[in-house]
């Protein structure tokens, strides 16, 4: 029983055996991880692969698949039985890196590619397709490290500002008298009686009752508060950049009065010319397997992209009909004039 509470402890509080920096680093790390597998998650589910093999989809899915093509560049093989032990025999999907001398688009004759526990080039596979993230064969972890790192930075800055809100000015008393008043006059402050804070030329202070309902002497400290409605703002500010980017449009309190639709969507241009290109090339990539392997995959957009899609669509048309409409009516007006 001693065993398992350690145990829970240890998990509940992990850095807790580590002192000073080597802690705070640590829990920099685990901040950051967890920003990059939110967003990581995000990305992953951008796209969607279905008519994948039962054989297929007992070692692999559309999101791994997803996961390994969103580091610019992948190969869907089957594993040989002679290279591991535990994966032989299975299908999968892997980022692959290019080996030799590489071509003015990027790739090459030859790549490598691993596994958890082996190593393995195109030479070793009896048949393999490349799936492309995109025409350039872009990282999307490399976007997303950003982000991440942005949001564990905004995050340590608000922690070290709700720190200093709470701390308390330090009062200098040059004598026992004066000691004793402060530590009377801090003592009805930090039990929410109203009191002044009254100082003179010799530095003396005393300690007077007060009507209103507020104090000379604050515990918090309002510009540390300001900061944090910054930082809180910006926060989701880098989300809702981080979703327009994957074509999810997000609404953030910036604004006090309720956003119009049309607002919301502005942004979608960024995505819009982003996703048709990553998706061209998985289509591409679809029909060699089908080609190679005599398998029927589709891939298309994940159901949260279809629906803002299906959004954007509209807008436009409302759009071009409403200027369309204006047309018109210029026309007839310059017409009876």
Request: proline share 3%; glycine share 6%; with cysteine.
């Amino acid at each position: 029983m001693a065993n398992l509470k350690k145990v829970e402890k240890a998990i509940a509080t992990p850095f807790d055996g580590y002192k000073g920096k080597n802690r705070s680093r640590l829990q920099d790390i685990r901040r950051n991880c967890v920003y990059d597998s939110i967003i990581s998650r995000i990305g992953n589910n951008q796209f969607k692969w279905d008519g994948l093999p039962d054989e297929f989809l007992q070692h692999c899915n559309s999101q791994l698949m997803e996961m390994a093509i969103n580091c610019g560049v992948a190969v869907l093989y089957k594993v040989p039985v002679g290279v591991s032990a535990t994966n032989g025999g299975h299908w999968t999907v892997t980022p692959l890196e290019w080996t030799n001398v590489k071509r003015n688009d990027g790739t090459a004759e030859h790549f490598i590619t691993s596994g958890i526990d082996y190593s393995i080039t195109d030479s070793q596979l009896d048949k393999y397709v490349i799936i492309k993230n995109d025409s350039f064969t872009s990282c999307e972890y490399d976007v997303t490290e950003w982000y991440s790192s942005m949001l564990s930075d905004t995050d340590i800055a608000q922690r070290a500002l709700i720190k200093w809100s709470r701390m308390t000015p330090i009062a200098r008393a040059n004598s026992g008298i004066e000691a004793s008043k402060m530590e009377e006059t801090l003592k009805k402050v930090y039990e929410g009686i109203p009191w002044a804070v009254i100082s003179d030329d010799t530095k003396m202070i005393t300690g007077q009752p007060m009507s209103r309902d507020d104090s000379t002497l604050r515990l918090a400290d309002e510009s540390a508060i300001e900061r944090m409605h910054f930082l809180s703002e910006f926060h989701y500010e880098l989300v809702r950049r981080i979703c327009n980017l994957y074509n999810m449009p997000f609404h953030t309190t910036a604004k006090s009065a309720q956003n119009l639709e049309s607002e919301i969507h502005n942004t979608d241009i960024f995505s819009q010319s982003l996703m048709p290109d990553r998706l061209a090339e998985r289509r591409k990539a679809a029909e060699e397997i089908n080609h190679v392997f005599g398998w029927s995959v589709t891939v298309e957009y994940g159901e949260t992209v279809k629906k803002e899609n299906e959004v954007i669509d509209s807008n436009v048309k409302e759009e071009i009909a409403e200027v369309e409409n204006v047309s018109r009516e210029t026309k007839g007006g310059e017409t009876n004039d």
